[in-house]
């Protein structure tokens, strides 16, 4: 009896081409953040369930992957937030401030399958974390982080929003509504999806008073150019200390994030984000691919005041991000924008055409000496069956070598997309001139 | 109330200096892996207990972490193999064979906590999958790629150990002691440890007769060169057709690897491996670095007749090794083998000592465009914290732009290492070409 191999639902396997394309995305945001001289790091996948649960509560409870082992409680984690938190505060004498790490690792949430979710997904996150104080130019670097990593992944056109919590805290106190401040955010936040009319009414249902409502609507009406935004806010003349602080910091950052390299376009002052709930509290960004707006953000973060306040005394104020690589690139295949260009890791293919396999092997190894990364066709297969798995694995160069090969010390550099043959002598170096000559047409 | 930040023990968890050498460590094994062209794959960590206990037994039931979620009955994988396996089962009609791929990820057991036994830790796998059959000659392919990640990794003195189980078997078959072959090999397995004379008592404890433990013995005493326990295999006269087979693979194999460019000097023939007890063979697989034997195997592995019998039909051997790159880690750091040369993953480190933050900021970016890791300390700290932080982060080069940098268009790329300064132009093709002038000398 065989048991039928298959996987959980909404656990990610790929086949290798699609492999290869997932690694080539995590290797490119992962080089970025290497760029801006983030620090590496890598928790365990599974944390004492006090230790994951000390702040969650509703979903997160419900998701989250939990069981006991002999005496122990013991969860998966859901995010990396909560384990770089206990992190910090637990090594927080044996690192450098302000604290600048990412890591990229696998997160579990048991969701509702259904397709496009995931129970088991790639997070790519960076934290900038300060001791005591962070300043607010740390708001303005990350921003320049997304950018180089959207293009990196092959996109020009993608608006990087950004927002102040502060604005929108502010603007609920100058109004008296602070109690209702939440719930009001979870209703601006929905103004894409269900229309202006809709917000007054749930608005109007929450109790909101009618001048109130004029007022969130006026404000979330603002829109122009960043500059205009900016002066709009100022000219709402609202007399509030947060929300002008607000509108202060959105101002330096947005300044700042220009002489970091972000092209105008590429940056939206979108004064209708909030990014969930309570753990945001200055800025924060959503990241849109301009023709796939349905994705939805790619990669969102924010400014948050206190990281690890329920495992140290230690105030640990940070700025962050996250990129949910895997919905990411499940979704970009799905739209098929995912070109797959290597279906091998090898450049060459040497196929030995001859019993004696010497002089194919320490090919194969020279080439590597060099660089080169080179497979070598070791089974005893009919001639036919060795050219359907170089065409198969389409890697670029094969290399057919038999004893007229040997004998005559010339052998043939085939061009697997084109068929193209090119005659060069049995030297390493003269068949690695000849890739990259045909490389450079 | 805090809850004391704490990880669970028997989980690595490094500090920044030690987790950039653990990634470079673990990327110098998967260069090289891609450079024989091995494909990458990332499966989940979990999956259906059924799928991932159809073969396990004994210790790996025990070992497992395993639990119910909703309806199903889940468990954390605790090797690479099973769930290849089962992707080989699953995916036999989208891969072309023989299928070779690397796995490089996390793997869960259970264990009884002690020092630098883990519970969580890296695998990394090759395995070349034949399709109903793989000829011998992968066996040879394997070695060079163990050779080859040692010396990556740092180490010229290290012995790649092979045998082939077909000689053990064939040994025993000829003696009638076939049945006691798994319980004999156990004792041989262990005669390094013990010694000569208890392998001889704990077999005579088992019931071989004397004149079979005399072959035994004689057969395990075989010494010198490779090609001098090739002919003593020869010369033991043993009629015994998987005996004959044994060493004529053997002897196959190993001259295979000298072709493959293994130095003799890195690979003895060492018949007492066994390596476990059902799973490989024929070819078998151990590296010790010789100066730390008491490390034990570093990398090892071995033939195997069929991969995943227990999910399809399809013959599928095999042949593969697998790293535990956790415990190489830890043991070899714990022999201060780990040099520590990076504590940072920036190259230059640009301070900014003055308000206007600019051109610090634009520098950055334009030498980021040009491929170099570049931090900048973007907190406004009185100047002994600045350099302070460049102190503990190690990070090679330093460049503190004040006002005078800025006016006279000059200045200075300080090495941190030897404290050296060098004057030069305001400009990023400069600034570069110091560094590597630098670097040079």
Redesign the interface.
């Known amino acids: 009896m065989?048991?039928?191999?298959?996987?959980?639902p909404g656990?990610?396997?790929?086949?290798?081409n699609e492999?290869?394309l997932?690694?080539q995305m995590k290797e490119k945001i992962e080089k970025t953040y290497?760029?801006?001289?983030?620090?590496?790091?890598?928790?365990?996948?599974?944390?004492?369930s006090?230790?994951l649960l000390?702040k969650a509560g509703g979903e997160t409870e419900k998701q989250i992957?939990?069981?006991?082992?002999?005496e122990?409680d013991?969860a998966m984690r859901f995010d990396l937030t909560v384990p770089l938190?206990?992190?910090v505060?637990?090594?927080y004498g044996?690192?450098?401030?302000?604290f600048?790490?990412y890591q990229i690792g696998?997160v579990?949430r048991?969701e509702k399958a259904q397709k496009g979710r995931f129970?088991?997904f790639y997070q790519c996150d960076i934290d900038i974390i300060?001791d005591g104080?962070?300043?607010l130019?740390?708001d303005a670097?990350i921003p320049?982080v997304i950018y180089?990593i959207i293009k990196e992944i092959g996109f020009d056109d993608f608006t990087i929003c950004i927002n102040n919590r502060k604005i929108l805290n502010g603007l609920f106190e100058s109004i008296n509504q602070e109690k209702n401040s939440v719930e009001i955010m979870r209703i601006i936040d929905k103004i894409q999806k269900i229309g202006e009319e809709k917000v007054k009414e749930e608005l109007e249902e929450l109790g909101v008073e009618e001048n109130a409502i004029t007022k969130i609507i006026e404000f979330i009406k603002i829109d122009g150019t960043n500059d205009e935004k900016l002066q709009a806010l100022q000219n709402l003349n609202i007399e509030n200390e947060t929300f002008k602080l607000g509108v202060e910091e959105l101002t330096e950052v947005v300044k700042?994030i220009k002489?970091?390299?972000v092209p105008e376009k590429n940056l939206q002052i979108d004064l209708s984000i909030a990014r969930g709930l309570d753990y945001y509290t200055g800025t924060v960004y959503e990241t849109f691919l301009n023709d796939y707006r349905e994705i939805g953000s790619v990669c969102s973060g924010g400014r948050y005041e206190n990281l690890?306040e329920?495992?140290?005394?230690k105030k640990l104020p940070g700025v962050g991000i996250s990129i949910g690589l895997t919905r990411l690139f499940y979704k970009l295949n799905e739209l098929s924008l995912m070109k797959v260009e290597k279906y091998?890791?090898?450049d060459i293919?040497i196929i030995p055409m001859l019993e004696d396999?010497?002089k194919p092997?320490?090919l194969a190894?020279k080439l590597?000496e060099k660089g080169i990364?080179?497979?070598?066709y070791?089974?005893?297969k009919k001639a036919k069956a060795k050219f359907k798995?170089a065409d198969?694995?389409k890697?670029p160069y094969v290399i057919a070598l038999g004893e007229d090969e040997i004998n005559s010390a010339k052998l043939k550099v085939k061009k697997m997309e084109t068929g193209e043959e090119t005659t060069v002598n049995f030297d390493v170096d003269e068949i690695i001139t000849c890739i990259k000559n045909i490389q450079v047409k």
């Open positions: 065989k048991i039928e191999p298959r996987t959980l656990f990610m396997e790929l086949l290798p492999q290869i997932f690694e290497q760029k801006f001289g983030f620090l590496p790091l890598d928790t365990p996948i599974l944390e004492l006090e230790i000390a992957y939990r069981f006991q082992k002999g122990t013991i938190a206990k992190y505060a637990k090594n044996n690192l450098s401030f302000p600048r790490r696998k579990y048991g129970r088991e300060g104080e962070l300043d130019i740390n670097e320049s180089n700042y002489i970091f390299g690890a329920y495992y140290t005394d091998s890791m090898a293919l396999l010497s092997i320490e190894s590597r990364n080179t497979e070598i070791l089974n005893n798995y198969k694995l890697i």
